[in-house]
């Protein structure tokens, strides 16, 4: 157990709203990561962040922006969902001298 | 752009028999990591291979790494039902990001 929390583990929200994400972790590791997983794509990297107030984009960035304003929480926001945004969100943190990262246990986000 | 291909996406075979995962990647990478997906779990760190010619095992799984030729495979030795999972590889051309292959989808049948 890498100590990451996500919440909600579900959720259900409809085109338009905006919607929330959270990552916690209780190790104080100083990477962390968003991936989202869709069937033949494997995990995309969405954003990260390498300390507080520090983030950079990943690989499929646009819809989405984070917030890190403390080590333990990450958070990713959907300004206006939409239905090619419902999918498994993984976080990660970086741990160990090999940057291994170790995944919290997914949302399922399904946006009507 | 890097690009992880992993070959078979899918792959069903017999309890008792071996087979092997492959992992091809584009550019030069520092390292190379294995993951476990159940369905519907999270992911679970298998290996970290560091370097050319690395071979890590854990029980009925071999991992290896070859980076002349950008290749890793992860080999099933004599399958059991509870191999059956889906296997990720990914690299790490430089600092911490990781890029994933599409996955490998294993079933191990009776």
């Known amino acids: 157990d890498a100590g990451i929390t996500q919440s909600p583990r579900h959720k259900v929200t409809e085109t338009g709203t905006p919607v929330t994400l959270r990552c916690h972790q209780t190790?104080?590791?100083?990477?962390m990561y968003w991936y989202r997983q869709d069937p033949g794509h494997g995990l995309r990297l969405i954003h990260y962040s390498y300390g507080v107030k520090d983030t950079d984009k990943g690989e499929v960035s646009d819809g989405y922006s984070v917030s890190r304003s403390k080590t333990e929480d990450f958070l990713l926001t959907l300004e206006s969902a939409t239905s090619s945004q419902t999918s498994v969100y993984f976080c990660?943190?970086?741990?160990?001298?090999?940057?291994?990262?170790?995944f919290g246990p997914g949302t399922r986000l399904t946006v009507l | 752009e890097l690009k992880v291909e992993q070959n078979p996406l899918f792959l069903s075979m017999q309890e008792g028999k071996n087979y092997t995962i492959y992992c091809n990647y584009s550019t030069t990478s520092d390292r190379l990591y294995w993951y476990r997906q159940d369905p519907g779990k999270s992911l679970e760190s298998l290996f970290v291979l560091l370097s050319n010619g690395a071979v890590k095992q854990e029980g009925r799984l071999m991992a290896s790494l070859d980076t002349k030729a950008r290749l890793s495979t992860l080999h099933i030795t004599a399958a059991v039902h509870d191999l059956s999972a889906t296997y990720f590889c990914?690299?790490?051309?430089?600092?911490?990001?990781?890029?994933f292959g599409e996955g490998t989808q294993l079933t191990v049948n009776p």
């Open positions: 990660a943190i970086d741990r160990g001298p090999y940057n291994e990262q170790f």
């Open positions: 190790e104080n590791h100083r990477y």
């Open positions: 990914a690299v790490s051309p430089g600092g911490s990001r990781l890029t």
